[in-house]
């Protein structure tokens, strides 16, 4: 069943009924596995061909969006481990710690499944799934973590980041715009001056290596502000372009975008997995 499909009917059992979901994705499929967690929770267990191939992005979409508690068995193959560890550590550092777990087999999965656990609110998933795979991860990011977080650090070799100029070393050759393949650098209409958009960035590393004055370098992160999809100059004034620099009429503060109301309303049930303090789309404490 297509991931929308499997956030969509976990949203609406939780608001229906107060109980808390949980995601189990496995290759092979562990003993006990129909009988766990009937008794406190509803489990939507599915089969996967290829447990590398399950992005961060699945993952947060999920949990931002119905799921309260993802279940996820370890690859078996060892390049796949490595894959998988990555995309966990992403969705941990982008709202999801606590809330996604890792088993081998069938150790330990019936304790995580058999615990009473507290329903997180959740957003429509047709809210968060918007644009790219990227942007759905950004928004679900945004959802699960604190209002107050305008930046989430990340592991090294993640998708998302920063580029920074050292404007003394930079000849103007303007290299690295040419070998961008996401567009994330460009040059300004007026002026010419280095332009820079990080939701665009996926951290590839080409410009830094081109670079023949080595004038760039790279930071793992993601911006969770409005801002982060607007170009800023990387030379010059350093700050937010204006309509001068892209052509274009002043645009209103994105700032709001983020700011949605979360449908609520779910029983507080005893805890076992710590809940996360206020985030943008829910309000909750």
């Not at 956030?7 to 562990?30: D, F, S």
């Not at 550590?89 to 087999?105: D, K």
């Not at 069938?106 to 918007?130: I, Y």
Request: aromatic share 4%.
């Amino acid at each position: 069943m297509p991931l929308m499909a499997l956030c969509q009917k976990a949203h609406g059992r939780k608001l229906a009924t107060g109980r808390a979901q949980v995601l189990v994705l496995y290759e092979l499929e562990p003993p006990g596995l129909e009988e766990a967690g009937a008794g406190h929770s509803d489990i939507a267990s599915v089969s996967v061909c290829k447990l590398e191939k399950i992005t961060h992005a699945d993952l947060l979409h999920a949990l931002a969006s119905g799921f309260d508690v993802i279940c996820l068995q370890a690859s078996s193959a060892p390049q796949g481990q490595d894959l998988q560890r990555l995309e966990v550590e992403l969705v941990r550092a982008l709202g999801g710690l606590g809330r996604i777990l890792l088993f081998n087999g069938g150790a330990g999965l019936d304790r995580q499944l058999s615990a009473r656990l507290l329903p997180f609110p959740s957003v429509a998933p047709e809210v968060l799934a918007v644009g790219s795979r990227r942007d759905t991860a950004r928004a679900s990011a945004a959802a699960l973590l604190p209002a107050s977080t305008g930046h989430a650090d990340l592991p090294d070799q993640a998708p998302y980041g920063s580029v920074s100029l050292n404007e003394d070393l930079c000849n103007n050759c303007n290299s690295c715009v040419w070998v961008c393949p996401s567009e994330a650098l460009s040059l300004t209409e007026n002026g010419g001056a280095l332009s820079f958009v990080e939701s665009l960035c996926t951290q590839c590393g080409l410009c830094v290596s081109i670079c023949p004055q080595r004038a760039l370098s790279m930071a793992p992160g993601m911006d969770l502000t409005a801002y982060a999809v607007l170009p800023h100059l990387l030379a010059g004034s350093g700050g937010k372009m204006d309509a001068a620099d892209t052509g274009e009429g002043a645009a209103e503060d994105p700032a709001a975008a983020w700011h949605q109301p979360a449908e609520t309303g779910l029983p507080i049930a005893e805890v076992s997995i710590t809940p996360v303090p206020e985030t943008r789309h829910t309000g909750r404490v």
